[in-house]
């Protein structure tokens, strides 16, 4: 099973297991991380489930299409590394990922 890092806006750092196939924004969810809140459960309309992915992991995980980014525009904190976490697909590839969750989400 591949491990997600995730670093909350407390700096606080929440090192999961997450099933191959669901997105990030659901292992954060099913791992009580509340910051995720995925208004619109994964259909990329809400931008809660807004993310920041490691400098080091973002040639990996790749940029957000067009529609993703639209909705990126209502999220606050948006940078280059930023991706809505239901849009990101959790592979072995993606072992060991570092994901930064922003204060405002
Ligand atoms: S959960 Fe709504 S855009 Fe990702």
């Known amino acids: 099973m591949p491990n997600i890092t995730f670093i909350l ?10 099933i191959e196939g669901d997105s990030i924004m659901q292992t954060a969810v099913d ?5 995720i809140t995925a208004s619109c459960g994964g ?3 809400c931008a809660t489930c807004h993310c920041i992915i490691d400098d080091t992991w973002i040639s990996k995980v790749g940029a957000a299409d067009e ?9 606050i904190e ?3 590394n930023s991706r809505l ?3 990101i697909k959790v592979t072995d590839a993606l ?4 994901v930064h969750i ?4």
């Open 67 to 75: 529609d993703e980014t639209a909705v990126m525009e209502s999220a």
């Open 85 to 87: 976490s239901c849009q």
């Open 95 to 98: 072992d060991g990922i570092v």
């Open 43 to 45: 259909n990329c309309s």
């Open 78 to 80: 948006v940078t280059a």
């Open 102 to 105: 922003p204060s405002s989400e």
């Open 31 to 35: 791992n009580d991380i509340e910051e």
């Open 9 to 18: 806006a407390d700096e606080s750092v929440k090192v999961v297991e997450a």
